[in-house]
């Protein structure tokens, strides 16, 4: 079955940085969109960072010039590097992805969520 697994979340002192990470596994053939999420308490998910499979990058305009999301396709994997994190930034943030697989032909997966808090 397919998986994704996150890593990268943690505790960070305003004006740090963190560097998420997600992989996916399973019979995957083709990844058509990755992205990363985030959902403080209190509120929606929000869309934080989406990449396409032909490269281009989508960003919430509170994380436009901070944040930077990549992809590497043989991995499988999509990565948001968080630099100058503010209070705010505070949710847990979950990866989406949209894929083909064996099985289930075109199909949205999410990861576990991790937590990012920011203190000020």
């Known amino acids: 079955q397919v998986q994704l697994v996150e890593s990268g979340g943690g505790l960070v002192q305003a004006g740090g940085s963190l560097r998420l990470s997600c992989a996916a596994s399973?019979?995957?053939?083709?990844?058509?969109?990755m992205a990363w999420y985030r959902q403080a308490p209190g509120k929606q998910r929000e869309l934080v960072a989406a990449i396409t499979n032909g490269g281009s990058t989508n960003y919430a305009d509170s994380v436009k010039g901070r944040f930077t999301v990549s992809r590497d396709n043989a991995k499988i994997a999509v990565y948001l590097q968080m630099n100058n994190l503010k209070p705010e930034d505070t949710a847990v943030y979950y990866c989406f992805v949209n894929l083909v697989s064996r099985e289930y032909n075109v199909q949205n997966y999410w990861g576990q969520g991790t937590q990012v808090t920011v203190s000020s």
């Open positions: 399973g019979n995957i053939l083709s990844i058509n969109t």
